[in-house]
Every structure is written in C-alpha cells, then in structure tokens.
C-alpha cells in the first residue's frame, strides 16, 4: 500500500518538485542568515570555533542551490512530460441535440 501511495504521489503530481526548490531557495536564505551571524560574531569579537563558520556555510549554501537547481531542472522536465501526452488545451462540453 506504501509503494501504491508513493507511485500515486510522485506520478501524477508536480508538488514534490516545487517543494524541492522551495527546500533549497530556504536553505540558501538561512545560509546567509547565519553568514550574517558569523560577521557579527567576528566585528563583536567573539570567539568561534576557526573554520568550523565557513564551512558550514559554505556546505549549507552550496547544497542549498543544488537543491533549487535540481528543482529547477524537475521543473523542466516535468513541462516537457505534460507537453508530450499531447493533450489539448481546451475541452469543450458539446451541446445537447435540440429537440
């Protein structure tokens, strides 16, 4: 019933991937949130543990644009999905015969 769920969820849905871009577009604005932080840290003279500030911002930063670019790319893919079923744009509903 779990794999019926997910084949429901992933196949016929684009939300996975927008959450995805989403995920990574939040990741990257609390990477710079937390750059800000570091920079006030370093002005305020408090002490931080060296190098541990940068590279975890820069693995957070980083990993956050992969996830939006893959999202991007999701995004994409998803189009060229939908445009190749071939489906028209518009259904019209035909009148009933007078009578």
Same mark, same amino acid.
Do not use: D, H
């Given at each position: 019933?779990?794999?019926?769920?997910?084949?429901a969820?992933f196949?016929?849905?684009v939300t996975?991937?927008? @959450?995805?871009?989403q #995920?990574? =577009? %939040?990741t $990257? @604005?609390?990477s710079? #949130?937390? =750059? %800000?932080f $570091?920079?006030?840290?370093y002005f305020?003279?408090?002490n931080?543990a060296?190098?541990?500030?940068s590279?975890?911002?820069l693995?957070?930063?980083l990993?956050?644009?992969?996830?939006?670019f893959v999202?991007?790319?999701?995004?994409?893919?998803?189009?060229?999905?939908?445009?190749v079923?071939r489906?028209?744009?518009?259904?019209?509903?035909?009148?009933?015969?007078?009578v």
């Open positions: 019933m779990l794999q019926l769920a997910f084949n969820t196949s016929f849905s996975p991937i927008r @959450l995805a871009t #995920l990574g =577009l %939040i $990257i @604005l609390l710079l #949130l937390y =750059l %800000i $570091i920079v006030t840290c305020l003279g408090w931080l060296p190098g541990w500030a590279i975890i911002f693995v957070t930063f990993g956050g644009v992969q996830l939006a999202g991007i790319l999701g995004e994409y893919i998803a189009r060229i999905f939908e445009e079923k489906r028209p744009l518009y259904l019209f509903k035909q009148k009933p015969p007078a």
